[in-house]
């Protein structure tokens, strides 16, 4: 029985996370020389998509060798709209690595995820990054990591962490950040020495699948860690269900993860994570283990979906300029494709072939799915986001978030404001260390747009995370957007000298010479009434004169939107037009 460590990996965007894995595996290698050196190539493979976007949606697994003992490494999500991906994924590990920058130290969203580990009880190590950075303050950030788990009410253990010091991108880690190193080894050897191997625990298996793989040739993977006894390939086993059903399964295929991929097993023993291939009707949460003896773990909950969305073609005056899958059935194929691995994702089809219900956690979530898709080559439109009501004893119930907002105080007040006038009631308000925390219960209804209000009131210093926290009786009516749109009426590209004639009327969210077509939102209106408008129109061209009105035109910038932004923006009559290359806003039905 192999020696084993598992950790879960904690770091803000860009502070270096890939780029330490990446070299822990090549140390590890050139450590152990019975390696191959093939799996080179999946480190590099791996970057493109770590830098994609900058946050990490699905939890990855990476192991190395490094002196007899197996060192399973998590990577966590990090952003709080994916908590409930956080919780599960720690379960797995026995201790946390904590990536600082040397120069930025704690940032305020690696405060929600560290929050969950010391919660869970699990022992820290604090790695400080890029000491070969300018301007760096190493000392400095290793005060800060303590004042912030002080914060976070770790236990006196665990405030008694161990501190390294280096640059992953230059390979080194010291204990002493003045004193470099050409290696890893103070890393490696201090996880051997601090975070405690997983416990041995016989009898029964109890492995809980924690989250999910899919292949094409496979179907789906479970994933999850041995928590006692161990699994062994064609043995025939009990799946406990959420109901406390039991269903008889059979194991196809064990793997166990190696450098960035997998390697084919017969058994894996208690402690170590695996993927486990030939349970098709699992769930996050189901327990394998003996059908005849069960002993279920406790379930982890999955977030219900709070929210839906309208998906349907792109039916434009533009379609198919720039998009490889365009009809109704690669769009239907690719939905379903998607819940096979999405957990918090469900699909409903309506009435027409064209059009899907999409239901997620919210906007961000949903988002993603969208934003992958356009990558992929990929057209669609999609409507305004909607709740999902209940009714419950005959009253009208919506979805009610715990909304967690942790701000600098000179700006607590207008972060209150703006969620207050949303129908958020504040339940907590207290100072932890320099911030403020506060605790609302809001609908999720008054979280469409409210990401942006508030940082943009608070200066992006706010730090927002939200859970599900169960229906309530509806709350009443929340103040939507008051502003119409402008829109075009005619088809072709704008001219700088309408645009200029028109800016008293809105602000443009199109730049001159753009193309667009009739009906396709271009701006916001100074009113509440929606405007159609020609931009289209260029100047008369006469061989007369006159003084001044040649004057230089002076067009203010468009204001661009994300995709969430723009989600975020649409009225229920308008669509988001996504393709490839481009994001526009039309409205549905436009009669000009």
């Avoid at 260390?433 to 508030?454: K, S, T």
């Amino acid at each position: 029985m192999a020696d084993i460590r598992n950790i879960a990996i904690i770091a803000h965007v860009d502070h270096g996370k890939t780029t330490l894995v990446d070299k822990i595996i090549y140390a590890a290698q050139a450590n152990d020389a019975k390696r191959s050196q093939d799996n080179n190539d999946l480190i590099l493979d791996n970057n493109d998509l770590e830098k994609e976007r900058g946050i990490t949606i699905l939890s990855k697994n990476v192991s190395v060798n490094y002196k007899g003992t197996k060192i399973n490494i998590i990577d966590t999500p990090g952003h709080a709209d994916f908590g409930g991906e956080v919780e599960r994924v720690l379960s797995m590990a026995d201790g946390v690595l904590l990536l600082v920058d040397a120069f930025e130290g704690a940032m305020p969203q690696t405060r929600f995820v560290l929050g969950k580990a010391l919660g869970l009880g699990l022992k820290p190590i604090v790695v400080v990054n890029k000491v070969d950075k300018e301007n760096c303050r190493p000392d400095e950030v290793h005060e800060e990591v303590f004042d912030l788990m002080f914060n976070l009410e770790a236990t006196e253990e665990q405030l008694d962490f161990h501190t390294l010091y280096g640059s992953s991108k230059q390979g080194w880690m010291s204990e002493d950040w003045n004193k470099p190193t050409d290696n890893l080894d103070a890393l490696l050897d201090t996880i051997l020495e601090v975070i405690p191997a997983p416990p041995q625990n016989e009898g029964v298996l109890r492995m809980k699948i924690t989250s999910l793989d899919f292949s094409s040739f496979t179907g789906r993977i479970a994933i999850g860690r041995i928590h006692q006894g161990s699994i062994k390939v064609g043995q025939s086993l009990g799946l406990t269900k959420a109901d406390g059903k039991i269903q008889r399964v059979r194991i196809k295929e064990l793997h166990v993860f190696e450098g960035l991929g997998k390697r084919s097993v017969d058994e894996v023993g208690c402690g170590d994570i695996c993927a486990v291939t030939g349970i098709e009707s699992f769930d996050i949460g189901d327990t394998i283990t003996d059908y005849d003896n069960p002993e279920p773990l406790e379930r982890v909950g999955v977030d219900e979906p709070t929210m839906n969305m309208l998906f349907t073609i792109n039916n434009s005056p533009f379609f198919g300029k720039e998009g490889k899958f365009v009809t109704s059935r690669h769009l239907r194929d690719r939905l379903m494709k998607e819940i096979e691995k999405n957990l918090a994702l469900k699909v409903q089809e309506t009435d027409t072939e064209d059009k899907f219900l999409v239901y997620g956690r919210g906007v961000l979530h949903l988002s993603v799915l969208i934003e992958t898709m356009r990558r992929e080559g990929y057209e669609l439109q999609v409507g305004q986001p909607q709740v999902i009501y209940k009714e419950i004893d005959g009253q009208k119930h919506e979805p009610i978030e715990h909304l967690v907002i942790d701000v600098p105080e000179s700006v607590s007040g207008k972060a209150i404001e703006l969620v207050t006038k949303n129908k958020g009631e504040l339940t907590v308000m207290e100072p932890k260390g320099d911030v403020q925390h506060l605790e609302f219960n809001i609908p999720a209804r008054g979280l469409i747009g409210l990401r942006n209000q508030v940082l943009t009131a608070t200066a992006g210093e706010a730090v927002m995370t939200h859970r599900f926290n169960g229906y309530e009786p509806y709350k009443g009516e929340i103040p939507g957007r008051l502003n119409g749109s402008l829109v075009s009426m005619e088809t072709g590209s704008g001219t700088a000298y309408a645009i200029d004639k028109l800016q008293d009327r809105g602000i443009f969210f199109v730049d001159p010479g753009e193309e667009l077509y009739v009906g396709q939102v271009i701006g916001e209106h100074s009113r509440s009434n929606d405007l159609a408008v020609n931009v289209q129109k260029g100047k008369q061209l006469t061989n007369m004169r006159k003084s001044g009105t040649d004057a230089g035109m002076k067009i203010a910038p468009a204001k661009k939107f994300s995709l969430e932004e723009a989600l975020e923006y649409i009225n229920e009559d308008e669509y988001v037009e996504v393709t490839p290359l481009s994001l526009r806003m039309r409205k549905i039905n436009f009669k000009g």
